[in-house]
Structures are given as structure tokens and as C-alpha cells.
């Protein structure tokens, strides 16, 4: 859980990963799946979420454990630009 911080405010960011490499993020009190695509070293991982108004929206999540309690992530859009960085807490 933490405070993350794109172009349109501040969102407190609940990230929730299950052992069968599924979960969920909110931003605020809006939640969306969240499907892990790849795990890396010490528990690090890419995942994939979106939404469908009248597109599809598509986000990519990477996840670091800096420390034990410390996630860095960045989320980046379907064309690879990053949209925000910052740090989750346990």
C-alpha cells in the first residue's frame, strides 16, 4: 500500500498479488485484475491489467523489492512510455 502520483494527482495504490500469479491494484477505490506475465529474482515480477470504455486501455506494472517491506513499481502505458514510479509498503 502506498501513495502514487501520475499527471492527474496523488492515488492511494493497494497492490495484492495471490500465489497463482493473479491479484488486483486499486487506485483510490477503483480495482482492476491483474494478471503476473513474468517473475524475476526475489520476488520481483511484470504484470498486465486494463479497462475497456470504448477502447481497450492496457497497463504494464513492474514490481521491485527494494527491502523487505519496500516495492518499487513503475507503470507504464500500452506503448512503453512510463506514466509513474513510486514505492509500495507492507
Do not use: C, M, P
Not at 500500500?1 to 488486483?24: F, H, K, M, P, R
Not at 480495482?31 to 470504455?53: P, Q
Amino acid at each position: 500500500e502506498g501513495v502514487i502520483t501520475d499527471a492527474y494527482g496523488n492515488y492511494d495504490t493497494v497492490l495484492v498479488i495471490n500465489s497463482n500469479n493473479t491479484g488486483s491494484i486499486s487506485f483510490d477505490n477503483d480495482s482492476y485484475s491483474v494478471n503476473i506475465v513474468n517473475r524475476r529474482a526475489n520476488r520481483s515480477f511484470v504484470g498486465e491489467y486494463g479497462w475497456y470504455d470504448s477502447s481497450w486501455h492496457e497497463r504494464i506494472i513492474e514490481a521491485e523489492l527494494q527491502n523487505y517491506g519496500a516495492l518499487r513499481i513503475e507503470i507504464y502505458n500500452n506503448y512503453g512510455s512510463l506514466i509513474t514510479t513510486g514505492f509500495l509498503y507492507k
